[in-house]
């Protein structure tokens, strides 16, 4: 459900930033936030410790400039399935650098990510107006990482405010949600996920590790199971930087 744009002031730009995907490889930061061991505990806690990729992208919302995100539900793979519940699309952290407000963050309907797909025009007419009833605005300060069901239904308003918002928003999923599943043709080309599709696309979560840990040699970095069972091995240098060029090619999407 498309949200209301606003009129940009006379002194803007022609255009301005607003996602950029395989974030990664553009930014070292972001790849050592990607590797982080307490939060992929947490993506083990929640889709198992064989979890799997999905996409790494920034969403750029600049001050007076960031356009409006429709209201919507991630997924398409997996609504009618015999084995649907509410993580079997997966989710995202959303790590917010600025923090963020009620005026440029990331609205959601606490909730939904249970029901299944639903009908968001039938939502916003029963609201309204688009400010759907009972969404609550993720306010977060500099720093705060929020775990995002993709089911969720969520959208954001178009940047009003003096506050910009930059998000590294990095999702995972079940491994039984992707392995040989024929992927959306989102965030990549229509494929099969097979094991080797899975392992391809998980390098850069090796390279991330290891990126970490040569920037924070006093940490316990994380032990990714299937790297240990199939004796991987990935270190972070100019080669693994070439080698994950425009990686995202293979985003997982479902």
């Known amino acids: 459900m498309k949200l209301k744009e606003l009129e940009a002031d006379t002194a803007a730009p022609e255009a301005a930033p607003f996602v950029l995907f395989g974030s990664l490889q553009f930014s070292d930061s972001a790849l050592r936030l990607y590797?982080?061991?307490?939060?992929?505990?947490?993506?083990?806690?929640?889709?198992?410790?064989?979890?799997?990729?999905?996409?790494?992208?920034?969403?750029?919302?600049?001050?007076?400039?960031?356009?409006?995100?429709?209201?919507?539900?991630?997924?398409?793979?997996?609504?009618?399935?015999?084995?649907?519940d509410e993580g079997i699309h997966g989710f995202n952290f959303m790590a917010q650098v600025y923090g963020s407000t009620p005026v440029n963050g990331v609205w959601v309907v606490p909730g939904t990510h249970k029901v299944g797909k639903v009908d968001i025009k039938k939502?916003?007419?029963?609201?309204?107006?688009?400010?759907?009833?009972?969404?609550?605005?993720?306010?977060?300060?500099?720093?705060?990482?929020?775990?995002?069901?993709?089911?969720?239904?969520?959208?954001?308003?178009?940047?009003?405010?003096?506050?910009?918002?930059?998000?590294?928003?990095?999702?995972?999923?079940?491994?039984?949600?992707?392995?040989?599943?024929?992927?959306?043709?989102?965030?990549?080309?229509?494929?099969?996920?097979?094991?080797d599709v899975i392992q391809q696309r998980s390098?850069?979560?090796?390279?991330?590790?290891?990126?970490?840990?040569?920037?924070?040699?006093?940490?316990?970095?994380?032990r990714y199971l299937p790297f240990q069972q199939d004796d991987q091995a990935y270190i972070w240098n100019a080669a693994a930087k070439a080698d994950i060029f425009d990686y995202n090619l293979l985003d997982l999407s479902i």
């Open 203 to 222: 390098k850069v979560l090796g390279y991330a590790i290891d990126a970490r840990q040569q920037q924070y040699p006093d940490e316990t970095p994380y």
């Open 35 to 84: 590797g982080h061991p307490e939060l992929l505990k947490v993506a083990a806690a929640i889709n198992g410790s064989d979890f799997a990729p999905f996409n790494e992208v920034l969403f750029i919302k600049d001050a007076g400039l960031g356009a409006a995100v429709s209201w919507h539900q991630d997924g398409v793979t997996h609504w009618d399935s015999p084995q649907f």
């Open 123 to 195: 939502m916003v007419a029963n609201s309204g107006s688009e400010r759907l009833e009972g969404a609550v605005p993720l306010v977060c300060a500099p720093g705060d990482v929020v775990i995002c069901n993709r089911q969720l239904v969520h959208g954001s308003f178009a940047n009003s405010g003096y506050e910009r918002r930059l998000t590294i928003n990095f999702g995972f999923h079940r491994r039984s949600s992707v392995l040989n599943v024929k992927g959306a043709g989102i965030h990549s080309d229509v494929a099969v996920y097979t094991e």
